[in-house]
């Protein structure tokens, strides 16, 4: 069984006008043990289905339609009560700033255990210590730092507390918000390389949200690219980052600099994702896309399989001549209606 | 790159340090006490030029001195000691008209572009504030083509609008067109695109590279990103507490990094590509104490490659166990918190004690001697000889690296023109000693 499943989601938010469908119509499940990235730009609707499936939505975003099954129970039909019960226990969550997310009254010890005593009732004091050591030694902090205030760590020791925190009840899902976004580089790599170390002890799974390509490429085995609301593209890490379908997944990867590649070209592909109170008819990356027809204006992408890739596009057959030889000219993404407007021709 | 000769900018010796609760009460407790004075090194003793139409970076982790550096280059921060010079003339100590003369060379680009323009400026004033301050006619047309310069085309549209009326991209992209507008000999980019969405980087990088190239400017990048520098600079420093301890061209830096700390920032990096691995150097610890800095080298304590004495032979893992043990005890040893752990009342499990010291800092595989050595220091803090400890440890685990700070020269042995300040390579000239002002003021900290 699936630890999640994610079926026809959608996440609407309450505005003045039309309703922002922020999440429309997604689809994807995660396995056991296995590490979903979930890719795309600010606006793309990648929060909102981490804060939906957590049940934090901000008070004017609901649940439109749509299923959220963890373990085969829908998380949308369960009551609150027991819906906060899975909360930390089954599902939890490593925040993108820890400076936050811990309590600064308490040492980090007591929050570990607080949470752990919350959870399981009758638990003993000793164990739940001890539980803190081993957790604290997993994610390479020293054990004797646990009894230490928050403001007494670094930021990358505050992310390894948390990430220690989100352990401590062996859930079987972890969300993982823009784990690294906010440190420097060796502490990007301490944080990458334990979540490594974790997925080999643990077998929890986890989800993966960021818009760095980079630490999806080196911490998930699946990725998930968002568009506006909607799936582009899924499959393994490798046939994504390799011989990606979707012309928005083969721009983006363009669109970092990569320390082994000096020589290739960055490209920015013209133009914004589109407003979504109410979304445009058909593709909704239409407007950015160098091989748009008419068709992709005006009728929903087809989901089209390649070797293990789901891709939404009615063009997948023309990516490998018309468009990933030439992926690192920026011409070809002027030549986009998006591209048109910003030249101004 | 390096056409002309004559660098635009030459930085020798420049210190910033930072005073540590400056405020009245602890003022008046030195005052009193005669105490000295805690300073933060933030920037201590960095060398470097710049070259007309160069493009350099300056990178390190957080704390490292980068944003310091460049704000004392564009004199908002006043340095300490050492010297700017900029076209030949020392700028170090300007003040009043000189300053704004000089200033109208130097702009800056910040990281973040929703805090460095002023919200109740429309984007026409924000542009035409510099060109005011310096007295340059023709504001409209210049304030103008520099927004079209910067692509934020029609520029009547943009004129009137506030900066809560434009994205983040095009916000950055008014920062940029901000610092060109006065037409600058050098530009200083802090992180000018970590807060900026994906999909606008690119867009902005590549406006960064062209304004460089068309307009012959130098630049100077701050950024913790490897893989951004590799793409925009000529030149990349690497910088540790304050120091630069390696600089060079950015193929020398990033393809053959001689420098332990260059090496383990570079494969630090994450690569976009799930099918080419990276080889990962271990770098435990965090950027020491930037206000006790240590003697020595100030990577030395996180150095994965920190050089015995000659005499001794001994592998790297076993020596650094010995020197982070003798790091504890110079520093005061707690061994209290090692009798808690041993989960005996008070002192009544020796053998766990010594077996938990063990377990920490016995490792590798040490030699007869060396073990001999590191256990009888063992059970001398069991006896609770702390001192007597110290002074066995001290005299036979010793390192050069702690003795003698490296300086960041070019080396006999590394053939080619960067600077590296690490002792594993052969020096040119004499190296500085113990005696040098920043160094030994302090028992060598560890992490």
Redesign the interface.
């Known amino acids: 069984m699936s630890v999640l499943e994610v079926r026809d989601l959608e996440v609407h938010y309450e505005t003045d006008g039309e309703p922002v469908r922020a999440v429309d119509g997604l689809s994807f499940t995660i396995e056991e043990g296995q590490n979903l990235g979930i890719v795309g730009e600010s606006g793309c609707g990648k929060s909102t289905l981490a804060k939906a499936i957590l049940g934090i939505l901000p008070k004017n975003g609901f649940i439109n339609a749509g299923e959220i099954r963890f373990k085969g129970e829908d998380l949308t039909e369960m009551s609150d009560k027991k819906r906060r019960s899975y909360m930390w226990d089954e599902i939890s969550m490593i925040p993108q700033s820890a400076m936050n997310a811990l309590d600064p009254v308490y040492t980090v010890r007591e929050q570990i255990v607080e949470s752990i005593e919350e959870h399981r009732r009758g638990v003993e004091k000793a164990r739940a210590n001890e539980t803190v050591d081993e957790l604290f030694d997993l994610v390479g902090l020293d054990p004797a730092r646990a009894d230490d205030y928050p403001h007494q760590f670094s930021g990358g020791m505050r992310q390894r507390a948390m990430i220690a925190m989100s352990l401590s009840l062996d859930p079987a899902l972890i969300l993982a918000d823009e784990p690294t976004t906010a440190l420097d580089v060796i502490m990007q790599d301490q944080i990458l390389k334990r979540i490594g170390t974790i997925q080999d002890e643990i077998n929890s799974s986890m989800m993966v949200i960021t818009h760095d390509v980079s630490v999806v490429a080196e911490t998930c085995d699946r990725v998930l690219v968002m568009y506006a609301g909607k799936l582009a593209e899924i499959g393994p890490v490798e046939e994504i980052f390799e011989t990606p379908y979707h012309p928005y997944t083969v721009g983006l990867k363009r669109a970092f600099p990569n320390i082994q590649q000096p020589d290739q070209n960055l490209i920015s592909m013209p133009g914004y994702p589109p407003d979504l109170a109410p979304p445009p008819t058909g593709c909704r990356f239409a407007a950015r896309c160098p091989l748009a027809t008419e068709t992709c204006f005006e009728e929903a992408p087809p989901a089209v399989r390649t070797g293990n890739l789901e891709t939404r596009c009615h063009h997948t057959d023309r990516v490998d001549s018309e468009l990933r030889p030439y992926a690192g000219e920026l011409r070809v993404w002027e030549r986009t209606e998006a591209g048109r407007e910003v030249s101004g021709t | 790159m390096s056409v002309d000769p004559d660098p635009i900018l030459e930085v020798e010796g420049l210190n910033k340090h930072f005073e540590v609760n400056s405020g009245i009460v602890n003022d008046l407790r030195t005052r009193f006490t005669g105490a000295e004075k805690d300073y933060v090194h933030a920037v201590d003793g960095v060398d470097f030029e710049l070259y007309p139409g160069e493009a350099m970076g300056i990178a390190g982790?957080?704390g490292c001195g980068k944003t310091t550096t460049a704000m004392t280059l564009a004199k908002l921060h006043q340095p300490t000691s050492g010297t700017i010079r900029f076209r030949g003339e020392d700028i170090t100590d300007l003040e009043g008209a000189e300053l704004t003369k000089f200033r109208q060379n130097v702009q800056m680009i910040f990281q973040d572009p929703f805090e460095s323009l002023n919200p109740r400026m429309t984007v026409y004033d924000t542009l035409a504030e510099p060109l005011q301050i310096h007295d340059v006619p023709n504001k409209r047309a210049r304030v103008a083509r520099a927004l079209e310069f910067a692509?934020l085309?029609?520029a009547e549209q943009y004129l009137d609008s506030y900066p809560n009326e434009l994205?983040g991209g095009e916000r950055q992209r008014i920062a940029i067109a901000r610092a060109i507008v006065l037409d600058p000999d050098f530009i200083i980019a802090d992180e000018p695109v970590s807060m900026l969405?994906?999909?606008?980087?690119?867009?902005?990088?590549?406006l960064l590279e062209r304004m460089t190239k068309e307009f012959g400017l130098s630049i100077v990048y701050i950024s913790?990103?490897?893989?951004?520098l590799?793409?925009m600079c000529d030149r990349i420093a690497i910088m540790y507490m304050g120091r630069i301890v390696e600089i060079g061209t950015?193929e020398q830096i990033?393809d053959d990094p001689k420098h332990p700390y260059t090496q383990?920032?570079?494969?630090?990096?994450?690569?976009?590509?799930?099918?080419?691995g990276r080889e990962?150097v271990e770098?435990?610890g965090?950027v020491g104490d930037a206000v006790h800095v240590p003697s020595g080298c100030r990577f030395r304590n996180r150095c994965p490659e920190i050089i015995p004495p000659e005499e001794l032979s001994i592998d790297q893992r076993t020596f650094r166990g010995a020197m982070s043990l003798r790091a504890r005890v110079d520093r005061g040893f707690d061994a209290e918190?090692y009798w808690e752990?041993t989960g005996g009342d008070g002192r009544s499990e020796p053998e766990e004690f010594t077996e938990i010291l063990r377990e920490e800092f016995v490792l590798g595989e040490p030699s007869r001697e060396n073990r001999e050595v590191l256990e009888e220091a063992i059970d001398l803090l069991a006896e609770g000889q702390t001192e007597r400890a110290g002074d066995l440890l001290r005299e036979r685990f010793h390192s050069v690296c702690e003795r003698v700070d490296p300086v960041a020269e070019e080396r006999l042995d590394v053939a080619d023109d960067r600077r590296v300040a690490c002792h594993l390579y052969e020096p040119n000239e004499g190296e500085r000693g113990v005696d040098e002002p920043t160094a030994g003021e302090s028992a060598p900290a560890d992490d």
Request: net charge negative; aromatic share 0%.
């Open positions: 982790e957080s692509e085309q029609p994205s969405d994906v999909s606008l980087r690119a867009g902005v990088l590549s913790h990103d490897l893989s951004l590799r793409h950015t990033i383990a920032l570079i494969n630090a990096v994450p690569v976009p590509d799930p099918t080419t990962r770098l435990e965090e918190s752990r």
